[in-house]
């Protein structure tokens, strides 16, 4: 029995089985590579589902978490603490908005964020019946609150109605949009480039007229820039390559490369009307181990300029991945921004990822058919090259 194998048969014996695990234990990483306990090395696309955008094993971010390990990890928020201060600081800065709520996921920042807006308008007009819209084939979590407005019925069906009051628009259909808005409608809620349903960017005209319609009604835009934002799509945050702004958003994955983190930010005019001591609040989320490493990534992203890298480097990328397309009619359409991409396929992904780890890359998929391709934003060319041949030689087996 392998190393591997020891270590699978234990997990299945003892983890609750919510995940269907590929056959791998890894054990470390080193720059776009993990290696498992067998010495397997693998060149990574997936990125820990988006969230290493720096890589594996970066000294400059490990030695700055070490360092707060030797100072202080926890300190609960009751008090400040110095990380917490500057991450918000440098947080707001880089995304124009105007206060910030850590929390220790992506999916509790959506609940902050919904609580939030719930909030502003039972301030404005005290009512229990305010309404969400939603995007159909959207995901933004699995608790109860992120679960209500993710619009894929199967991820829904055993947990009843969940918070209620949520209704469901199309994706890039405005006028679905605005059928559903009435007078109790207090926030629309999206992805700015849908993940887990496929890899879908909004259309600009999309996104500018649900700005437009929230504006007009007094109604919250919510952007979940949580796997495209960080500079995944080539700018710090997806929303700002459409020249509009979200009054509130939430980021994580990427946040913290690595240390579970996430955050919820809004504008002044929301943060005004809304939560306020006693509404939320969080033991762990903004804790000094969490804001240190945020400090970092940030810290990184400027002064390495990583999203003129992403920019600079994705005409490359989409050139070698439509060169798939047009050459292998399995590769029905490539799609995405950024290093978010997606190559939609005519058979089951699964197939894909599985034949590619034998031959030694880590992809992922987003729905039955479509792969996705979220890699570390440190690649270079001949990662993408590596990556393009290895897909090269199973397509031409499809």
Do not use: W
Not at 331 to 357: D, H, S, W, Y
Request: hydrophobic share 40%; glycine share 10%.
């Amino acid at each position: 029995m392998s190393l591997s194998e020891k270590y699978i048969e234990e997990g299945e014996k003892n983890l609750l089985h919510t995940y269907n695990r590929f056959k791998i234990v890894l054990d470390h990483g080193d720059g776009v590579y993990l290696t498992d306990v067998d010495g397997k090395k693998y060149l990574d696309f997936a990125a820990g589902i988006a969230v290493f955008a720096l890589g594996y094993n970066d000294k400059e971010y490990n030695d700055a978490i070490k360092a707060q390990i030797d100072k202080i990890i926890h300190t609960s928020n009751l008090y400040y603490n110095v990380p917490a201060v500057e991450a918000a600081k440098e947080l707001c800065s880089v995304s124009g908005m105007d206060r910030v709520f850590f929390t220790n996921s992506g999916t509790e920042a959506i609940e902050g964020a919904i609580k939030s807006a719930l909030k502003y308008a039972y301030t404005k007009a005290p009512a229990e019946d305010y309404e969400i819209i939603a995007m159909e084939h959207s995901f933004h979590g699995r608790s109860m609150g992120a679960l209500s407005v993710t619009g894929n019925s199967h991820y829904r069906e055993a947990f009843g109605t969940g918070i209620g009051h949520i209704r469901f628009a199309k994706y890039n259909d405005l006028q679905s949009v605005k059928e559903l808005v009435n007078e109790k409608t207090c926030a629309i809620i999206m992805e700015t480039v849908q993940g887990e349903g496929g890899i879908y960017p909004a259309d600009p005209a999309f996104l500018k007229g649900v700005r437009e319609l929230c504006d007009e009604k007094d109604i919250l835009l919510i952007l979940d820039e949580i796997q495209c934002g960080m500079g995944r799509t080539g700018s710090m945050f997806a929303f700002e390559e459409y020249g509009i702004k979200p009054d509130i958003m939430t980021t994580a994955k990427a946040l913290g490369c690595g240390v579970p983190v996430g955050a919820f930010l809004m504008t002044e005019r929301v943060a005004e009307k809304s939560l306020v001591p006693g509404d939320h609040g969080s033991t762990y989320g903004g804790n000094p181990f969490a804001c240190a490493a945020v400090l970092e990534v940030l810290r990184q992203f400027r002064e390495k300029d990583i999203t003129g890298h992403v920019k600079d480097l994705t005409p490359y990328l989409e050139e070698k991945l439509d060169e798939l397309k047009e050459k292998f009619p399995v590769v029905k359409e490539r799609r995405g921004k950024g290093f978010m991409q997606a190559l939609e396929l005519n058979i089951p992904a699964g197939e894909i990822v599985t034949k590619a780890q034998e031959e030694g890359a880590l992809i992922i998929t987003a729905g039955s058919n479509v792969l996705r391709l979220v890699p570390p934003l440190i690649i270079e060319k001949e990662h993408i090259d590596s990556l393009v041949g290895i897909l090269t030689k199973i397509l031409q087996k499809c």
